[in-house]
């Protein structure tokens, strides 16, 4: 509902505009009255009622879409074990090594898995694991308090479960990290804050509630309770999925700044998830419904356009952080070549990338990482958005040929970091008019 008023003031008049959410308890004549689907929100995320929400929205996920059972469920290299017997009940495990585990039974063996945005600056003062602090972690984490209201024992987070700073057990662990989202009972979405600093449990905008006694001229017999609510705060940040978000398990919990909002949606269905409130909040879903390698890599190219918009803490991630889709492409299109983020059999097209058309030579040219990141020929080479111009509607043929192509890239992952690229073609060249 937008609200619009003007203030006179010492013989000044100004126009303003306020926009506020209506919500009804379910219960309320109010909410079938005027078909009101939006429920209070409580500014605590973790009040009495934000948590009895949080449950019956993972119960109704549940029955429309059953958690698999099997006898030996995947399980992350590391998570962490928040009943655990140490003083601060938390403390990392290695799941192979851990005594416990095996005495548990599939559903007690679930686990979620956490998706925040780490940010620059706040990224270095973080909680992490390190080779350094391995020991320390196993043994206990330093913590005042843990959510364990939604009754699951295991949590990955990769700040903690991925040692920092290690780059062969980041290779080995960003491959897996499909199968970590894919095989989570729950994965918990921080959809909004700019680094791991923000938080998602506590925040500086808590808009009151404006509760009306609403009583209808027409019916008496219709009355009940409004609750207006201010929709945004004054400023927000808002945080796009990490790549890997586009691969959930059977469910995703998404939390979000100014109304409070927590959502439970089936990735294999839904465009959109349905917050608590009653709106809904876009998602992306990579691969699924992709019933044809054209689209596949027209879907590969607007993902990779958007995940280029994103500033990365270490730029030698680049490949790393989206090899789990890529191998998930791969292995839905066994017959691709996988080449430094483009495809081998559309590389007419994936070799066509471009940056800003506003941008000068020098401004071009000048941002490249000392570290080597990917090949010149590769979109990955520069920390700048690209784009490209013909995908989509547009379908030119291949006018050149592959003679050679080399890519060395990690031992433990194939779509990891690369040390090195080649390609080698034969095309026509034009010579344009002068």
């Not at 109010?30 to 995320?45: A, K, L, T, V």
């Not at 506590?202 to 008496?220: A, E, G, H, R, V």
Request: some cysteine; overall charge neutral; proline content about 5%.
């Amino acid at each position: 509902m937008y609200v619009l008023f003007t203030i006179d003031c010492e013989e000044q008049t100004r126009d303003y505009s306020n926009h506020d959410t209506i919500y009804a308890d379910r219960a309320d004549h109010c909410s079938s009255c005027f078909e009101i689907g939006r429920r209070p929100i409580m500014n605590d995320q973790l009040s009495k009622a934000s948590l009895s929400r949080m449950k019956e929205l993972v119960v109704l996920s549940e029955k429309e879409q059953p958690y698999k059972l099997v006898k030996a469920p995947y399980l992350p290299t590391r998570v962490l074990d928040l009943e655990a017997s140490c003083n601060s009940g938390l403390r990392l495990i290695i799941t192979k090594n851990n005594l416990t585990i095996p005495q548990l039974d599939s559903y007690q063996k679930r686990y979620a898995a956490l998706s925040y945005c780490w940010g620059s600056k706040p990224a270095t003062t973080q909680l992490t694991t390190t080779k350094e602090t391995l020991e320390t972690r196993l043994s206990s984490i330093p913590m005042e308090t843990v959510c364990q209201a939604l009754c699951i024992r295991y949590l990955w987070v990769d700040a903690l479960c991925i040692i920092q700073g290690d780059a062969e057990d980041w290779s080995k662990e960003s491959f897996q990290m499909s199968k970590i989202y894919e095989n989570s009972y729950l994965a918990l979405c921080i959809v909004q804050g700019d680094s791991c600093s923000s938080g998602f449990l506590k925040k500086d905008y808590t808009p009151s509630n404006l509760k009306i006694n609403f009583q209808s001229k027409l019916n008496s017999a219709i009355s009940g309770h409004l609750t207006l609510r201010m929709l945004l705060p004054p400023s927000e940040t808002v945080r796009r999925c990490t790549p890997e978000d586009g691969k959930y398990g059977s469910r995703r919990q998404s939390w979000r700044y100014g109304p409070s909002k927590c959502s439970v949606a089936h990735p294999s269905r839904d465009s959109t998830l349905e917050a608590a409130d009653g709106s809904s909040i876009g998602h992306f879903r990579f691969m699924e419904d992709i019933d044809s390698l054209e689209r596949g890599l027209s879907t590969w190219y607007s993902m990779i356009a958007g995940y280029s918009a994103r500033n990365l803490t270490v730029q030698q991630d680049k490949f790393p952080a989206i090899s789990a889709l890529a191998r998930s492409f791969a292995e839905r299109f066994p017959d691709q070549k996988y080449l430094a983020g483009i495809w081998e059999s559309n590389i007419h097209m994936g070799l066509l990338w471009t940056c800003p058309a506003w941008m000068e030579f020098d401004q071009f040219r000048d941002p490249v990482s000392k570290k080597y990141t990917a090949p010149s020929w590769s979109w990955a080479r520069r920390p700048l958005q690209v784009s490209w111009i013909l995908i989509g509607d547009e379908h030119p043929t291949s006018e050149l040929v592959i003679r050679e192509t080399e890519v060395i890239s990690e031992k433990h992952n194939p779509y990891g970091r690369v040390s090195k690229g080649r390609l080698l073609l034969t095309a026509k060249i034009f010579k344009p008019p002068t």
